[in-house]
């Protein structure tokens, strides 16, 4: 299995999360483990990693990929949403740096079968973890008309969302929507010529919808990058890779509100309300590639990295 997955911002990662020897990093969003094994490395002797992805084609990938380090590596078949559980089943009560790599990898867009890409013809599937039941097919063909607008303008940022969910419903009236090639065929006559010359291709904003929706990606990191910083120790750091704005949104929302969690009115001097800081923000602009990298990795073009460091909680 050739499961090739380039990290993206490999260095600036590193140098962000200060991997240390012996010390306990959990890779998210382990992929083809291109940041897990330079992590692997650096945070021996001693160190463990655990590493979770939901995609089982990537679980045998980085697997094979990390064997050398087979003894201090733990990968574990979930989504990331359950980060919290994994690392708790692991055996561990806290950890020292958490990476999580948002999105989809540059093995399922390149594989047809898998249905995310808007450039090749294959099943409408769009699942992250196969063994999900539900699929970019069933939400196309099933939901209603409104519903289906509201996926692609909220999750899409899609300005034609209204025009291209009433040409879907239009078109599965007569036969039922099975692959990308004919929905790409619909997006091209939903949307005005003089706009498809505008923004690169006209169905990468309705992909990208349904794939968020089919995986409930925006729901899972919020709950994700919570718990994340729940198991972080103190001085432990979380990074976070993002790849389109509603992404970063949350997690820049998220980093702003642990940092400055209180709630008491700007008017009062001193504060009342009790809340501590959890998050101390390290990076108060994302982090963006370089233009070597991008001119190696064109995927890399909107890509943005956060990072925040865990602070202790208690006064004094």
Not at 3 to 14: A, D, K, T
Not at 29 to 35: F, I
Not at 96 to 105: E, F, K, N, P, R
Request: glycine fraction near 6%; hydrophobic fraction near 40%.
């Amino acid at each position: 299995m050739n499961f090739q997955h380039v990290p993206i911002m490999l260095n600036e990662v590193l140098e962000y999360m200060e991997i240390k020897s012996g010390g306990v990093y959990v890779d998210g969003t382990l992929g083809g483990a291109g940041h897990s094994i330079e992590i692997a490395r650096r945070m021996q002797p001693g160190g463990r990693l655990i590493g979770i992805d939901q995609d089982e084609e990537a679980i045998a990938a980085s697997s094979e990929r990390l064997k050398e380090f087979k003894d201090s590596v733990i990968i574990v078949h979930n989504n990331f949403r359950n980060i919290k559980s994994v690392v708790e089943n692991a055996g561990f009560s806290a950890v020292d740096g958490i990476l999580m790599d948002i999105g989809v990898s540059s093995h399922q867009i390149d594989q047809e079968e898998r249905g995310f890409s808007y450039m090749q013809d294959g099943p409408l599937d769009m699942r992250m973890d196969k063994s999900r039941a539900l699929t970019a097919e069933d939400l196309l063909n099933d939901l209603s008309e409104k519903e289906l607008s509201r996926i692609i303008k909220e999750y899409g940022e899609e300005n034609w969302a209204v025009r291209i969910s009433k040409f879907i419903c239009d078109e599965r009236s007569k036969n039922r929507i099975k692959t990308t090639g004919q929905l790409v065929e619909i997006i091209k006559k939903a949307i005005p010529a003089a706009a498809r010359k505008e923004g690169g291709h006209p169905a990468k904003r309705t992909f990208q919808a349904l794939r968020i929706a089919v995986n409930d990606e925006l729901r899972v990191l919020e709950s994700a990058v919570k718990d994340a910083v729940s198991i972080l120790a103190p001085g432990g750091r979380l990074a976070v890779i993002t790849f389109h704005s509603l992404e970063d949104r949350i997690v820049k929302t998220l980093f702003n509100s642990m940092e400055k969690p209180c709630t008491c009115p700007h008017t009062i001097p001193i504060c009342m309300c009790g809340k501590q800081p959890e998050l101390k923000v390290v990076t108060r602009k994302p982090v963006t590639a370089t233009q070597e990298e991008l001119e190696l990795n064109s995927r890399a073009k909107s890509a943005k990295l956060r990072v925040a460091e865990r602070v202790s909680s208690k006064r004094g």
